[in-house]
């Protein structure tokens, strides 16, 4: 028989299954072994080195395999394993699956959650202030001071001339106001005592620079140095309404030995201080429409969201940021009608909402270091006095605050006006009366 270069193996049961048949060939080739039965069996074994020296002492171990169908095993397959099955077969490869598509269908959710998280971030996230005097910012109409850090304070003057005066007052508006809005002293009770009175825009405010880092100490230190850049002299007298009104303890504690007398009117009260019984704040709490606990809780817990939570459509938010009359006593509205005077409204808020109202919600109802509740005397020898205001049907600065930290604080002379609301310091005769007391006692 002539070979063609091919690897014969016979299949006729006569031979001998496991003996290895080596054709000759004109050049070497893969070698080829017969096999029978399962390949995992010890007696099986085939050496590559000595294929002549398998046993057939061996193969009469198994005799129900002598006769299995031989299979021709290449020499670069034999060192590698083959799965067989328990009845000595060679199990099928099995098909390698298909990546599917959840794979990659797990990614959109989560480029759609990285889309809806950057644009609830973007909500969140005021705009930034258009800051007076500056390109694309409100133009600066009045005078204003240079602060120590930069910033500008926009002021106004009243009275008689300053270097006339007998008594120099520093008023510090309230919440959504601006210089203009200081109390109005008669021209007849100024020129009698010999009043000058200065009102400046708090920061964030009409023409004043914002203070993204105000804080409840900081602006004290701005009464301070406009004091001296105005050249007041060592001391002189306080008057704050509303916002301002809380103000006033920040400077009783930071620069008492400045100041020759104090009146504090309507005062915001902060609910967290230190020192207010549980029954006094709640109470205080539940005077407030729902929506303006909804606005302080916000801005005391979560002051990052206060933007948002006060310009956003959803619900109801700050009923005095939206003028909601829900909030003024009887008193009140009667007294509503003064405010036609006020053509200067539109630049209370011109530099931005958030820092002008929303600044001063975060650090009024903010996480004080201190409490007004635990201040000692500012004035151990009596050398000036702190006169505290407060009308009883107040419904946007609930009385209740006030008239405890009264019975707290000895030191403070308490007025409360039983029918008046919160804007009682515009009603006619109140500023002549607020002032007199001041500067002359109680008479």
């Given at each position: 028989m002539q070979f063609s270069g091919e690897v014969v193996v016979t299949t006729l049961?006569?031979?001998?299954?496991?003996?290895?048949?080596?054709?000759?060939?004109?050049?070497?080739?893969?070698?080829?072994?017969?096999?029978?039965?399962?390949?995992?069996?010890?007696?099986?074994?085939?050496?590559?080195?000595?294929?002549?020296?398998?046993?057939?002492?061996?193969?009469?171990?198994?005799?129900?395999?002598?006769?299995?169908?031989?299979?021709?095993?290449?020499?670069?397959?034999?060192?590698?394993?083959?799965?067989?099955?328990?009845?000595?077969?060679?199990?099928?490869?099995?098909?390698?699956?298909?990546?599917t598509s959840s794979g990659t269908s797990g990614i959109f959710p989560r480029i759609a959650l990285v889309v809806l998280v950057a644009l609830l971030y973007r909500q969140l996230q005021p705009p930034a202030p258009k800051i007076c005097g500056t390109p694309g910012g409100p133009p600066v109409t009045g005078p204003r001071v240079q602060l120590k850090d930069g910033r500008h304070l926009a002021y106004h003057e009243f009275g008689v001339p300053k270097d006339q005066a007998k008594h120099k007052i520093i008023f510090v508006h309230g919440f959504d106001s601006c210089r203009y809005?200081?109390?109005?002293?008669?021209?007849?009770?100024?020129?009698?005592?010999?009043?000058?009175?200065?009102?400046?825009?708090?920061?964030?405010?009409?023409?004043?620079?914002?203070?993204?880092?105000?804080?409840?100490?900081?602006?004290?230190?701005?009464?301070?140095?406009?004091?001296?850049?105005?050249?007041?002299?060592?001391?002189?007298?306080?008057?704050?309404?509303?916002?301002?009104?809380?103000?006033?303890?920040?400077?009783?504690?930071?620069i008492p030995h400045r100041l020759a007398g104090v009146s504090i009117l309507g005062p915001v009260g902060n609910f967290w201080w230190s020192g207010y019984p549980a029954n006094v704040s709640t109470a205080a709490w539940y005077v407030q429409l729902p929506q303006d606990q909804w606005a302080v809780r916000v801005a005391h817990h979560a002051p990052w969201l206060a933007y948002w939570w006060n310009t956003q459509k959803f619900f109801p938010a700050s009923s005095v940021i939206s003028f909601n009359p829900a909030i003024l006593s009887p008193e009140d509205m009667a007294i509503i009608p003064k405010f036609a005077f006020r053509t200067y409204a539109a630049q209370v808020r011109q530099q931005g909402k958030h820092e002008s109202l929303h600044r001063d919600m975060i650090v009024g109802f903010g996480k004080w270091k201190w409490s007004p509740l635990e201040m000692e005397n500012p004035f151990p020898a009596g050398e000036a006095a702190v006169h505290l205001w407060h009308g009883a049907e107040d419904l946007i600065v609930p009385v209740e605050l006030s008239r405890y930290i009264a019975q707290k604080l000895p030191w403070v002379r308490y007025h409360e006006l039983p029918t008046a609301g919160h804007l009682f310091p515009i009603a006619d005769g109140m500023a002549d009366r607020i002032v007199t007391s001041m500067l002359l006692g109680d008479q």
């Open positions: 049961r006569e031979l001998n299954p496991c003996v290895f048949l080596r054709p000759a060939l004109p050049r070497p080739r893969p070698r080829a072994y017969i096999v029978t039965g399962a390949a995992s069996c010890p007696c099986h074994t085939v050496s590559q080195s000595h294929p002549s020296e398998y046993s057939p002492t061996q193969q009469r171990q198994h005799p129900a395999r002598d006769h299995a169908t031989p299979r021709v095993v290449s020499m670069s397959d034999s060192g590698k394993k083959r799965p067989a099955s328990a009845n000595g077969t060679e199990k099928k490869a099995q098909p390698t699956t298909k990546p809005d200081a109390v109005q002293v008669s021209p007849e009770l100024a020129k009698e005592l010999g009043i000058y009175l200065l009102s400046f825009d708090r920061p964030g405010y009409g023409e004043s620079d914002p203070h993204p880092g105000r804080t409840e100490d900081s602006i004290a230190f701005d009464i301070e140095q406009l004091a001296d850049i105005m050249q007041l002299g060592p001391k002189f007298y306080l008057i704050g309404f509303s916002m301002g009104g809380e103000i006033m303890w920040s400077c009783l504690k930071n």
